[in-house]
């Protein structure tokens, strides 16, 4: 079973998109456990706060060290972790590849980043890797944790009804995925391409590459390098 420990200040931001779908499922058959856990636990400070201002004298607010160190040390006492994920537009961008080796992975902490940001001796030593989902700036690092957590979960063998399906997504093998069309095969003069309709699989299967390969020369041609 994989472990996925979320250390958030806004913990109700992970509520629905972990309460659903192939998340929800994987959870049911027992093949994943998320555990929510919000950092203003660990604070011992007046309302519980876990920001103060920046040393530079910049505006924003800045998540503090101890929180944090407190939780990741609590946690750490109880079981080894593979890794300890921070959420940062600066990190490694998100790709399917990785996606595919944390998905391997047994016990994973992925601390949300918050505010300014953390207190950077946190990424100096607590922290073993950095992954971001993007190049732009998001309110939180909620949503990014729960982008990281799909993209690993799915993939668990059992996740997904039908595992080959997994397997060939868009990215698996460097592409983008064919068009995909279902019944009925005409509507409003729209039809699906004949070759789908032959039966004959060696067709398909061509048609397929071809289609992955046009279609990521046109769109994502940077992948193709």
């Known amino acids: ?3 996925i420990d979320i250390l958030t200040v806004m913990p109700e931001a992970l509520e629905s998109p972990l309460g659903c779908s192939i998340l929800k499922r ?3 058959k027992g093949l994943v456990e998320f555990h929510i856990h919000n950092l203003r636990d660990w604070s011992l400070r007046k309302h519980r706060k876990v920001d103060d201002y920046p040393f530079s004298g910049e505006a924003g607010m800045v998540m503090q060290i101890e929180p944090v160190f407190r939780c990741i040390e609590q946690l750490k006492g109880e079981r080894d972790y593979d890794e300890v994920i921070f959420t940062s537009p600066d990190g490694e ?5 990785m996606a595919n080796a944390l ?3 047994h016990n994973v ?5 918050h505010y300014k940001g953390v207190d950077h001796r946190i990424r100096e030593h607590l922290i073993t890797r950095e992954i971001s989902i993007g190049d732009y700036v998001l309110t939180g690092g909620e949503l990014p944790a729960a982008v990281i957590a799909d993209a ?3 993939l668990i063998p059992g996740a997904i009804g039908d595992e080959q399906s997994a397997l060939t997504d868009s990215f698996q093998d460097g592409l983008l995925d064919a068009p995909v069309y279902t019944r009925p095969a005409e509507f409003n003069g729209w039809t699906v391409p004949e070759v789908l309709l032959s039966g004959n699989t060696a067709k398909i299967e061509q048609w397929k590459y071809e289609q992955a390969m046009e279609r990521t020369r046109r ?3 940077n992948l193709l390098k």
């Open 1 to 3: 079973m994989m472990r």
């Open 26 to 28: 994987a959870q049911d």
């Open 93 to 97: 961008l998100l790709d399917q590849p």
């Open 103 to 105: 998905s391997l992975l």
């Open 109 to 113: 902490i992925i601390l949300c980043g």
């Open 152 to 154: 690993m979960v799915r």
């Open 219 to 221: 769109l994502r041609p």
